[in-house]
């Protein structure tokens, strides 16, 4: 059956275009390196009518496909984990026209963020949502995701950004809601529900993105604080005071010493404080002093360091965006991305590493995240086996009132976790809207439901 379908596909997209073997290496093997593949296929069709007529082959000949973007996903979404066809979204990268009077651009879904980043610049204008893999993730991808990252803040998730979408049901029927319309209450709002779908229920091909002012002035501080309650506090405070607030990242001191011996960077503030804080607002204006004044008036920092030229800027930022690289030259990780309440984030962070130290004593546990938005991303390096920390971890984020996933999404890592979670009534729900949109079950088979 895939043979046959590889026949016709290679007629709808062209020899060239449906790759094989080895060339297939860096699509069937995730960024992490614990999720590897296998496929008969790569598959790059170069328009949404080619998507549709390759859905369409695939659907009659029962053959499953993985939509894939900049394959930067952590959960195992987006690779052929049981030999699926990788259906690559790399050659739809069209950039469309600025609408200035909307603040709005269409894109394709193979379009990267930096890419996207860069183009709405030259207008003064921004993408709201911003992350390290901004070079390799794609638009389409980040959407089927709900990507998160450092302004989530003051931006909301990708799910905020997006205004209208293309997509391609698993039936190979083409749906265009690219008007632009920010109100349009006609019923079910498919954008939406395409958010964080992880491409189960259709291929985004476009999407009619919201863009906001590119603020040029930013104002970064690094604040060092004695524990995590005092950072959580900070942070609740610096978001009523500084209304252009974007990132507040909390880093912990093993953490930074890591980032700092890998990458042969001076400790910041002496390197003997437990807890950091690193914050930046964007504003119209130079308003260093006000982030200066407010910083003054927090409880609990014993330190700081404010960021006067960009340089410096930069060298502060590579303490918090350095971590996962650094982390992951120490080993592969085991990665937990996960929310907590605001009042429970302190108390999380010992208790997830005695938790993880109790059934894993070799191993080393590293916490970092969007202490803004309540998000941590829990990395354990030096395991001899992942999976014997999974259940209990993901049972002591929900006996905490928090979610097993932030921003990675569900993909297969998790899927066995979910009812943990979601009740009987939603999942049903989840599985009844799959149905709908892909009835012979062809799109991402092994993602989110647990199979």
Same mark, same amino acid.
């Given at each position: 059956?895939?043979?046959?379908?590889?026949?016709?596909?290679?007629?709808?997209?062209?020899?060239?275009?449906?790759?094989?073997?080895?060339?297939?290496?860096?699509?069937?093997?995730?960024?992490?390196?614990?999720?590897?593949?296998?496929?008969?296929?790569?598959?790059?069709?170069?328009?949404?009518?080619?998507?549709?007529?390759?859905?369409?082959?695939?659907?009659?000949?029962?053959?499953?496909?993985?939509?894939?973007?900049?394959?930067?996903?952590?959960?195992?979404?987006?690779?052929?984990?049981?030999?699926?066809?990788?259906?690559?979204?790399?050659?739809?990268?069209?950039?469309?026209?600025?609408?200035?009077?909307?603040?709005?651009?269409?894109?394709?879904?193979?379009?990267?963020?930096?890419?996207?980043?860069?183009?709405?610049?030259?207008?003064?204008?921004?993408?709201?949502?911003?992350?390290?893999?901004?070079?390799?993730?794609?638009?389409?991808?980040?959407?089927?995701?709900?990507?998160?990252?450092?302004?989530?803040?003051?931006?909301?998730?990708?799910?905020?950004?997006?205004?209208?979408?293309?997509?391609?049901?698993?039936?190979?029927?083409?749906?265009?809601?690219?008007?632009?319309?920010?109100?349009?209450?006609?019923?079910?709002?498919?954008?939406?529900?395409?958010?964080?779908?992880?491409?189960?229920?259709?291929?985004?091909?476009?999407?009619?993105?919201?863009?906001?002012?590119?603020?040029?002035?930013?104002?970064?501080?690094?604040?060092?604080?004695?524990?995590?309650?005092?950072?959580?506090?900070?942070?609740?405070?610096?978001?009523?005071?500084?209304?252009?607030?974007?990132?507040?990242?909390?880093?912990?001191?093993?953490?930074?010493?890591?980032?700092?011996?890998?990458?042969?960077?001076?400790?910041?503030?002496?390197?003997?404080?437990?807890?950091?804080?690193?914050?930046?607002?964007?504003?119209?204006?130079?308003?260093? #002093? %006000?982030?200066? $004044?407010?910083?003054?008036? !927090?409880?609990?920092?014993?330190? +700081? @360091? &404010?960021?006067?030229? #960009? %340089?410096?800027? $930069?060298?502060?930022?590579? !303490?918090?965006?350095?971590?996962? +690289? @650094? &982390?992951?030259?120490?080993?592969?990780?085991?990665?937990?991305?996960?929310? !907590?309440?605001?009042?429970?984030?302190? @108390?999380?962070?010992?208790?997830?590493?005695?938790?993880?130290?109790?059934?894993?004593?070799?191993?080393?546990?590293?916490?970092?995240?969007?202490?803004?938005?309540?998000?941590?991303?829990?990395?354990?390096?030096?395991?001899?086996?992942?999976?014997?920390?999974?259940?209990?971890?993901?049972?002591?984020?929900?006996?905490?009132?928090?979610?097993?996933?932030?921003?990675?999404?569900?993909?297969?890592?998790?899927?066995?976790?979910?009812?943990?979670?979601?009740?009987?009534?939603?999942?049903?729900?989840?599985?009844?809207?799959?149905?709908?949109?892909?009835?012979?079950?062809?799109?991402?088979?092994?993602?989110?439901?647990?199979?």
């Amino acid at each position: 059956m895939v043979d046959d379908a590889l026949s016709e596909i290679r007629r709808i997209v062209g020899e060239q275009h449906v790759i094989s073997g080895d060339d297939t290496a860096a699509h069937v093997v995730d960024w992490t390196g614990r999720y590897v593949g296998t496929t008969p296929a790569v598959v790059r069709p170069g328009s949404t009518a080619e998507v549709a007529d390759v859905i369409r082959v695939c659907g009659e000949h029962a053959v499953a496909v993985i939509p894939q973007g900049g394959n930067t996903g952590m959960v195992g979404g987006s690779v052929p984990l049981n030999g699926e066809i990788v259906l690559s979204m790399q050659r739809l990268n069209t950039i469309g026209n600025v609408d200035r009077l909307a603040l709005q651009v269409s894109v394709d879904a193979g379009v990267t963020i930096e890419q996207l980043q860069t183009a709405v610049a030259s207008h003064g204008l921004r993408y709201g949502v911003d992350f390290g893999g901004r070079g390799s993730a794609t638009v389409g991808g980040t959407i089927a995701t709900n990507a998160g990252g450092l302004n989530v803040l003051r931006h909301g998730m990708t799910r905020a950004q997006v205004i209208g979408v293309e997509v391609v049901l698993g039936t190979g029927e083409i749906i265009d809601l690219m008007s632009g319309l920010v109100k349009n209450n006609t019923g079910y709002s498919i954008p939406d529900m395409m958010c964080g779908s992880e491409g189960t229920l259709g291929v985004i091909t476009k999407a009619r993105l919201r863009l906001i002012a590119d603020q040029s002035f930013r104002q970064t501080a690094l604040l060092a604080f004695d524990n995590v309650d005092a950072a959580v506090a900070a942070t609740a405070q610096l978001r009523v005071a500084l209304p252009g607030l974007e990132a507040a990242e909390l880093m912990l001191a093993d953490g930074v010493g890591l980032v700092c011996e890998e990458f042969e960077l001076s400790a910041p503030l002496g390197g003997t404080h437990p807890v950091f804080l690193l914050v930046e607002t964007a504003s119209e204006s130079d308003d260093l #002093e %006000r982030l200066i $004044q407010h910083v003054v008036e !927090l409880d609990g920092v014993a330190d +700081t @360091a &404010i960021a006067a030229d #960009e %340089r410096q800027r $930069q060298l502060l930022w590579r !303490l918090r965006d350095d971590h996962t +690289t @650094a &982390i992951n030259r120490v080993g592969v990780p085991c990665k937990f991305d996960v929310t !907590l309440p605001h009042d429970q984030i302190a @108390a999380f962070i010992p208790k997830a590493k005695n938790l993880i130290s109790a059934l894993a004593p070799t191993s080393t546990t590293w916490i970092f995240g969007h202490v803004g938005d309540g998000n941590l991303h829990v990395n354990v390096t030096g395991l001899d086996g992942e999976d014997v920390l999974d259940k209990s971890v993901y049972e002591l984020v929900i006996a905490m009132g928090g979610s097993i996933s932030a921003e990675h999404g569900i993909g297969t890592a998790k899927s066995a976790y979910l009812p943990m979670q979601r009740s009987a009534a939603e999942l049903n729900l989840m599985r009844g809207l799959k149905a709908v949109c892909d009835p012979t079950g062809i799109l991402n088979p092994s993602v989110i439901f647990d199979q």
